[in-house]
């Protein structure tokens, strides 16, 4: 049984920081893509940021460049999404993903294998 269990949000302040974790279990993916995406009500699902096999990172959604960091700890078998500079339009549920593909290219658009559960992140003014 496949399972990634995020966990780390909550309420935050203007200006504060949230750090989400994601935990697989039922196996690793230590040689598949994972990171992050969000959705916040009335917007599309954005795909964040992911981190390779390798550990090579990609930030895909400009808003959050230089704010949100992704890191794994490969020994816990763990991801996760340093929040910093939060924003009150960063609120929404943020999700955690496995062995995430381009499904189209021209816009690009995503989608994954596995799925975390999401957690809500609200960050007030």
């Known amino acids: 049984q496949v399972q990634l269990i995020e966990s780390g949000g909550g309420l935050v302040q203007a200006g504060g920081s949230l750090r989400l974790s994601c935990a697989p279990s039922?196996?690793?993916?230590?040689?598949?893509?994972m990171g992050w995406f969000r959705q916040a009500p009335g917007n599309e699902r954005e795909f964040l940021i992911a981190?390779?096999?390798?550990?090579?990172?990609?930030t895909y959604t400009d808003s959050v460049k230089g704010r949100f960091t992704i890191s794994r700890d490969t020994a816990k078998n763990t991801v996760y999404l340093q929040m910093n500079s939060l924003k009150p339009e960063d609120t929404a549920v943020y999700y955690c993903?496995?062995?995430?593909?381009?499904?189209?290219?021209?816009?690009?658009?995503?989608?994954?294998?596995?799925w975390g559960q999401g957690t809500q992140v609200t960050v007030s003014p």
């Open positions: 039922g196996r690793t993916f230590t040689n598949d893509g």
């Open positions: 981190i390779g096999w390798s550990g090579s990172v990609t």
């Open positions: 993903a496995a062995k995430i593909t381009r499904v189209t290219m021209n816009p690009p658009t995503y989608d994954a294998d596995y």
